[in-house]
């Protein structure tokens, strides 16, 4: 079963680029235009860099930066809570095993 692919025109720059997408990620691809637009603005009006690909590379840079940055954080998270829960888990299962001698 092959999704429909929809044509989806993006503007980047004052530059417009069609880019063909599954028609319910429509939205997320406009969004992600919308950022990556953002990103190289700011890098094109900081007036340090000057060429289309040369903002462009440091523009996908950052933006690799931060969702590693973000990653790392949630990888991070993960481990405390996975700490966590083995710590509840743990206490738990001592009142159980307590709560059965106690029983017996």
């Keep these: 079963m092959s999704e429909e692919l929809a ?3 993006v503007r980047i720059l004052d530059k ?3 880019v063909a997408c599954p028609d319910d990620e429509r939205e997320a691809l406009l969004e992600s ?3 990556l637009n953002r990103k190289m603005r ?3 009006e900081s007036g340090k860099v000057v060429g289309l690909d040369r903002i462009a590379v440091l523009a996908a840079l950052n933006l ?3 969702i590693l940055q973000n990653q790392a954080l949630a990888d991070e998270a ?3 809570l996975l700490g966590r829960l083995r710590t509840l888990n743990d206490q738990l ?3 159980a095993a307590g709560g059965m001698s106690l029983a017996n």
Excluded: P
């Design 93 to 95: 299962a001592g009142t």
């Design 78 to 80: 993960d481990r405390d």
């Design 42 to 44: 700011e890098i094109r």
């Design 7 to 9: 044509r989806v025109t």
């Design 33 to 35: 235009a919308e950022l």
């Design 64 to 66: 690799s930066h931060e």
């Design 16 to 18: 417009e680029y069609q």
